[in-house]
Every structure is written in C-alpha cells, then in structure tokens.
C-alpha cells in the first residue's frame, strides 16, 4: 500500500504480492495435507465453500462499491472499460484481462481502479487446480512424498517459466498463473515439509528467520520499478518469506519479536479488506480530488494521497467488521455448503449483470444525442487500403494500447507564445464535434490495424505502400506512433500529388541512435534498436526521394546524459547521414495535460476545464531535439507547433474538430486536415503526375 501511496523509498513494495503467494501456498497445500491425512480424502466442496466465504463477500462488495463510484466521478467514456475490469475481476480471470492489455502496472495515471485483483485471480486460479492435483498426486505411493515431488517438478517449470518471459513478455510474466505459481509451489512445499523441518530446525530458528527479513529488507532497497521483474531477482522476497515462515514463532524470530505485536495482528486481522480497498480508494479519490480542483487531471500531492490512504485504513476496518467476519463466523453460512455456494454464484451473476449493464449504458451515452447528433462525416476515404511490396509479406503484429512515457511538466515559458484566439477556449463541446467524443478514442491511423505498422513485439518492418503503388516518387514515414498519427496527413497529399507512400512506424520506438528503456516492457526495448537498423537498411534499399521522421519527445533513457536534447539530436543524425534522399525533420506535437476525450465528455459545458497552457504543452525542450539534428544533417526541419496550439492556452478543440484521441495524440481527423499545412513545408520532391 505505502508504494502505491508513493511513499519514498517504498518503490519495491510490490514484492507484498510475493510474499502472499508464499503465504497462501503454505496455507493451503497445509490445510489440504492434513485434512487427508486425518480422513484420507479431500472434501473440495467443503473446501471450495470456506474458499468463497472466506473471498466473495468482501471481495464482490468492493467491485460493487466501484461500479457504484466509478458512475460518479470517472468520464463516461471509460466507465464501460471500468465495467468489463470489474467483470473479469469478479470471474477472476483480471490477471489474464490486464496480461492481454498489457497493462503497465508500475504506473498510476490512468490505472483501472481494480488493476490489483489481479493477484486474487491468480489466487483464486490456484484455489482451482491446487486441490485437484493434489488429489491426484496423493494416490500416487506415499501421500508427503508424492506431493513433495509434485510441488518440487512445479516450483522447477514455473520458475524457468518465469524467468524466460520476464525479458519477452513480461506482462505475462508479472500476471500469469503458469509464472507465479513457482511462489505458490514453494509455499507448499515448504507445508509438506514443515513437520520434519520444524523438528530439526530448533536453535536455528531465529537465524533462519532474520535471513529472511535480511532478504526482504534486500528486496526492497535493491528492486525497483526498472528492475525486470518477475526474474532472478524475484527469488529474493520468495526465499525471505519463506525463511520467515519456516523458522516459525520461536523466541528471538522475527514472528515472536514483530509479527506478534499488537499493532502489527490489527493490521493482519484487516489486511484482506485493506488490500481489497485501498486502490479503488486511491485512484478514485485522486480522480475525485483532481475533478474537485484539488489537483490536476488526476495527480495529486502526497499529503492527499496519504489522506486518501487513511480513508483507505478506516474503510478495510469497517468493511472486516460489517462484511468480512460475519460471513467468516456464520455456521453453515446460511444453509449449508450447497446452498452457500449458490449464494455465492447468485451475487456474482448479480456482479456480473449489473457490470454488464453499466458498461453498456455508458457505452450507449456516448454514442448519444449528446454526443453524436449533427457530426459530420470525415473524410469518405481518408485512407487507402495499402499495397504490399512485391514478393513481401508484413510481419505479424501484436497490438499494444500501450501508450509512450509522458514527460515531465516543465515550467519554462515556451518562446512566442501565441496570442488569445476568441472562440477556441470557452463554452459547450459543439454538436457537430468531428469525431465525436464517443468515437475520439478510434479515431487513429490504420497502419497497425493494417498490419503495416509494429506496436512493442515485433522487430521486422512491414512492406507497405499506401496512396499509388507505382509512382515515381517514393515517401516514406518513419518513427513511433507520433509519426503514425501524421499518416492522414501524409496519406492526402500523397493521393494529390500521385506519390508512393511507404510508412515505418513502431509504437514508442523512437528513431534515434542510441539505447532506450520501455516502461511497458520494463526493461530496455531492445525490439526496438532492432526495428530501427531494420528500417535503415530497407531505407538504403528502397532509396525514397523524401522520408519524414519524427518521434515522441517523451521517452524513457537508460543513460540519464541522454535525456539532453542536444544529444538526442546527434543521435537522430546519426541515422539520418546513413538515409538517401530528402529529409524532413517534424517537430513533435504538443502535449495536453489530460486526457482530452475523457475531460470534455465530464464537462461537456465548459471546455475551459480542458485547456493547457502553452508553458505546459511546449515544454523547454520542445523541439532542440530536431533542431540540432537538422543543424547537423541540413534536413528540412517542419514546426506545426502553431497549427496544433495556435492559442495560449492550447485548445482543446479548434473550428469544430478534436485535436486529440488522448492527451498527446492527434485525431486521425485533426492531422488529415493540417495536410496542406505540411505540404507547403515539405521539401520539393519533384515534378508529379498529379502536379
């Protein structure tokens, strides 16, 4: 909890989740062990139902209170993306939902507010298969023996698991079954043990148990956000937890010493209603506060989110009184076994219907008259379906809604600020808004969608050709999706003036020589270097009379030397002195502060409250980057810093059109009308047979 407060010093925090697969491993496979031993069988219906009485009450109270409070204070347009978490978390599959969205759980903006049941539906999986084979394994010879070996060849696979995807797909790795379940093999192992363990353990105790918390504080100091994780280094919160366990409550170890002191048993006894909590009430609250004033968009300072998590405290402890030991405590839990299982599945049908319902209504307000009504079309054909190079296939494409790493704000002035521009700043969201803000989210390039476009997996670059297939001038497009979100732009003058549009564009993957990291990856994004030698040496051979780059300002670098501009713009030269043909340089855009969509569907009558300051949007760095490359190179650099924010501040819509599909992306509809803006920058390419 203290980390995700953001409490300094608390980063690692994380590790909690591994020493409670750990716990819950020992803690079942031990009830489960005995259990056969004292009946010689397993009662799973017995043991399912104490499962969700244990679970479901609190649990599903909580996913209920979230509906309920997401209705209040989040923008309809992510109330139905809200909806379907609370859904997948209420079949305990949020692990599988957020691993397939590639959720970055490292960061807060934006996050769903039930981003933390993940590790539940990991639990809750185990709670599934765990007894089962265990019942299989036990009519295998001797019943210890045989669940030793089963729990040892399943520790074994996992941890391989695990530590293979960690560097190639780490979001499965942080949230799978298959790659946690090592943690959660460990702690039965060491339940099946326990006896003869405990037995010769002794004088050894205490100093088995300080290793452990030893390994813990480690875990704590030497991981990181950055740090790739699960991984190697996972073993550490792993072996200190079990350290701890194993030397058990003896004199001098850390259970007798801490874990028995009163403050410590309170906040166990309230943990799970804690955990359950504390999240929704941090991210909703801060979404609550940032719309009250108290912050912008939804950050908001420590002192609030220390507020918030008291709240948080004071909640989980009402919450295991009211709702968590009632259910615990009841005898039979009304009507028995059978009966309390159908319960249990008749409030999670109830969950499931209402989220449903909610999140279909949501969808449908914003495609409403609200909304939609008098929205002009676009462009019939903004986007020709593409050619493929001859003898070439695209490689294959993993989406990603990942987005790039924001920047930091900046409070240097950006220089010429540009005047006030009546009109653009107050009053209602327009009827006839293009796109629609129900529609703002989709309303992007298509080159992935095509498959001419790469999003994080992927090193090989499609063979696209947009606009005429066999023209004598050849275009190409290269950078990460701030240089896809140019393509309407770049695909209309390309169909005016008959050229051969070849696009290279890879999410967050920034056209610069040197190393970067990927928030979303949490490692170094080294699919990226690859891509980008890729693209060079299909540059080399395509030779393109023009190529355009441009690239997000806002990434992440392994070296901080390289957050300096000026050295990113050597290093852009660096490629660009190996590219044939005219080069032109695009200034990247600039940023909102919000999430434009979100912020105008919650104020539909004032879009004043959805402005960004020139001073924020252009940040002091906004374009040195490009500068200096093209000072080195003497390519053509192209500013529509202008076009984009042609006010202070920067608004959020101009004429009738949305400028943004988040808050540092354009419309696919915005960028195709600046097309005429950008050709009379570009650098002559020749006589066309259009011209």
């Not at 969700?52 to 109270?61: E, H, K, S």
């Amino acid at each position: 909890m203290l980390c995700h407060v953001g409490i300094p010093g608390t980063a690692a925090g994380f590790i909690g989740v591994d020493v409670f697969f750990v716990l819950s491993g020992f803690l079942i496979t031990g009830l489960l062990v005995n259990e056969h031993e004292r009946t010689g069988r397993l009662d799973l219906r017995a043991f399912y139902a104490r499962r969700a009485r244990r679970i479901m009450p609190a649990a599903l109270a909580v996913l209920a209170a979230t509906l309920i409070a997401a209705q209040l204070v989040v923008s309809p347009l992510d109330v139905p993306g809200i909806a379907d978490d609370v859904v997948a978390a209420g079949l305990s599959i949020a692990n599988v939902r957020f691993a397939v969205q590639a959720t970055d759980y490292f960061t807060s903006v934006g996050a769903s507010p039930v981003l933390h049941y993940w590790s539940l539906g990991v639990e809750e999986q185990f709670y599934v298969a765990w007894p089962l084979i265990m019942l299989a394994a036990a009519r295998i010879g001797r019943p210890r023996v045989s669940l030793a070996i089963l729990a040892g060849t399943v520790l074994v696979a996992s941890f391989v698991l695990s530590y293979e995807l960690t560097t190639t797909a780490t979001t499965w790795a942080y949230y799978s079954l298959p790659t946690r379940a090592w943690q959660l093999a460990a702690g039965g192992l060491l339940a099946i043990a326990a006896p003869s363990f405990r037995a010769r353990s002794g004088a050894l105790a205490p100093c088995l148990g300080w290793s452990g918390a030893l390994c813990l504080t480690a875990a704590l100091v030497l991981i990181g956000p950055e740090t790739p994780y699960p991984g190697l280094v996972s073993l550490l919160p792993t072996i200190g937890a079990l350290a701890i366990v194993a030397a058990g409550h003896g004199r001098w170890t850390p259970g007798s010493v801490v874990l028995e002191r009163a403050p410590v048993r309170w906040l166990g006894r309230i943990s799970y209603s804690l955990y359950l909590w504390h999240w929704p009430v941090l991210v909703l609250g801060s979404i609550a506060l940032g719309a009250a004033g108290w912050a912008d968009g939804s950050e908001v300072g420590l002192p609030a989110r220390l507020g918030l998590a008291g709240l948080a405290v004071a909640v989980a402890w009402i919450s295991w009184n009211v709702i968590e030991e009632p259910f615990r405590r009841a005898r039979g839990w009304h009507m028995g076994q059978r009966r309390g299982l159908a319960l249990a599945g008749a409030a999670l049908a109830t969950l499931i219907v209402a989220g449903t319902t909610m999140g279909a209504a949501a969808m449908r307000a914003t495609a409403s008259d609200d909304y939609d009504v008098g929205a002009t079309p676009t462009d019939p054909d903004p986007f020709a379906t593409p050619s493929m190079l001859q003898g070439e296939e695209p490689a294959g494409v993993v989406a990603s809604s990942a987005p790039s790493a924001a920047p930091a704000a900046s409070a240097h002035p950006a220089p010429q600020p540009a005047p006030p521009v009546a009109g653009l700043n107050r009053g209602s969201v327009p009827r006839n808004l293009t796109p629609t803000l129900g529609r703002a989210r989709a309303d992007h390039d298509p080159l992935v969608g095509d498959g001419c476009g790469l999003a994080l997996a992927g090193t090989s670059p499609p063979a696209c050709v947009y606009a005429k297939a066999d023209a004598a001038i050849t275009v190409a497009l290269v950078g990460d999706s701030h240089a896809a979100q140019w393509f309407p732009a770049l695909n209309r003058i390309a169909r005016d003036r008959g050229w051969r549009l070849v696009p290279f564009t890879k999410f967050s993957c920034v056209f610069l020589d040197m190393p970067i990291w990927s928030p979303n990856l949490n490692r170094e994004y080294t699919e990226c270097a690859t891509w980008r030698e890729a693209v060079v040496r299909r540059l080399i051979t395509l030779r393109p009379d023009l190529v355009v780059i441009t690239s997000d300002i806002g990434f992440s670098v392994l070296d901080q030397r390289d957050f300096d501009p000026k050295r990113q713009g050597a290093a852009m030269a660096r490629f660009v002195n190996r590219i044939p043909g005219s080069i032109a340089i695009l200034v990247d855009t600039p940023r909102s502060d919000v999430d434009v969509p979100a912020c105008l569907a919650m104020h539909r009558d004032a879009i004043e409250r959805c402005l960004t300051s020139r001073a924020a949007a252009l940040s002091w760095r906004h374009g040195l980057r490009e500068r200096e490359a093209a000072r080195l190179t003497g390519a053509t650099l192209v500013d529509l810093t202008v076009n984009v924010c042609p006010a202070d501040p920067c608004p959020p819509i101009i004429g009738r059109t949305l400028v943004y599909r988040d808050n540092h992306h354009l419309t696919a509809t915005f960028a195709a009308s600046l097309a005429r803006a950008l050709a009379a920058k570009l650098p002559a390419v020749g006589v066309t047979a259009a011209q």
